[in-house]
């Protein structure tokens, strides 16, 4: 069974910081894993994905993700944050073959302070 | 990248009355789409995987007498809540998976608020 987990339910950093949200995973065979961002009442919205390559993923927003197989994890980053990227952050999980749907963490809360 | 749309986005309705919920991909065929629920400050719950021209495959604990799916055609997809009640007040969010080529995510549509009285 596929599972991801987000230790964190909230992450409080100060604009101009870095940020980091991590993400552990489970899955049998090799992983597709994704970010997803959420503002209040909206759906979500696509950060950046890892399927196969370099372990560095950069995405929208100047968000970046390292895959790091033998801790089985995928933190998102950003070197410096902003007051805007305040919002739920999602991380998830599916594995690589078959169609089989993701699977998300609870979500970390990014709260960036002015 | 690909589209997915939620009709509607919104929806207030009275204990006992059928709220239908519609899952279309814009511009990729879908022959598999998924439904998610999520409450308030939580995650995304997978409800079910609805198949174009088959039955849907619920997850354990969701009543399927209550959340109808159809997968009508290659690009929708529908979740009926049958006598809706306040319990069944949520967001959810249809998913359509698109693997291979050129994209290799799932796209979600904006999701649909309901609000059971």
């Known amino acids: 069974a596929q599972s991801v987990a987000q230790p964190e339910d909230q992450v409080n950093v100060a604009e101009g910081n870095p940020l980091t949200v991590k993400c552990t995973y489970s899955?049998?065979?090799?992983?597709?894993l994704f970010w997803y961002v959420q503002y209040p009442n909206r759906g979500l919205q696509f950060l950046l994905k890892?399927?196969?390559?370099?372990?560095l993923v950069k995405g929208s927003y100047g968000f970046e993700a390292e895959f790091n197989k033998s801790q089985t994890s995928f933190h998102l980053k950003k070197p410096s944050a902003l007051v805007s990227d305040s919002a739920l952050y999602f991380c998830?999980?599916?594995?690589?073959?078959?169609?089989?749907?993701?699977?998300f963490g609870k979500g970390t809360r990014l709260s960036v302070i002015a | 990248g690909a589209v997915v749309s939620q009709h509607p986005s919104r929806v207030i309705c009275k204990s006992g009355t059928s709220v239908k919920i519609e899952c279309r991909s814009l511009?990729?065929?879908?022959?598999?789409m998924f439904w998610y629920r999520q409450f308030p400050k939580q995650s995304l719950m997978l409800m079910a995987t609805?198949?174009?021209?088959?039955?849907?495959?619920?997850e354990q604990g969701v009543e399927k007498d209550k959340f109808l799916i159809n997968h009508a055609s290659l690009t929708l997809s529908t979740l009926t809540v049958t006598s809706a009640h306040p319990e069944d007040s949520s967001f959810y969010i249809c998913s359509a998976p698109h693997w291979g080529n050129s994209y290799n995510e799932q796209f979600f549509g904006p999701g649909t608020r309901l609000t059971v009285l």
């Open positions: 511009d990729f065929q879908a022959t598999t």
């Open positions: 609805s198949n174009e021209g088959s039955k849907a495959t619920y």
């Open positions: 890892y399927i196969t390559g370099d372990n």
């Open positions: 899955v049998s065979g090799n992983p597709y």
């Open positions: 998830a999980v599916r594995a690589l073959s078959g169609n089989t749907p993701l699977v």
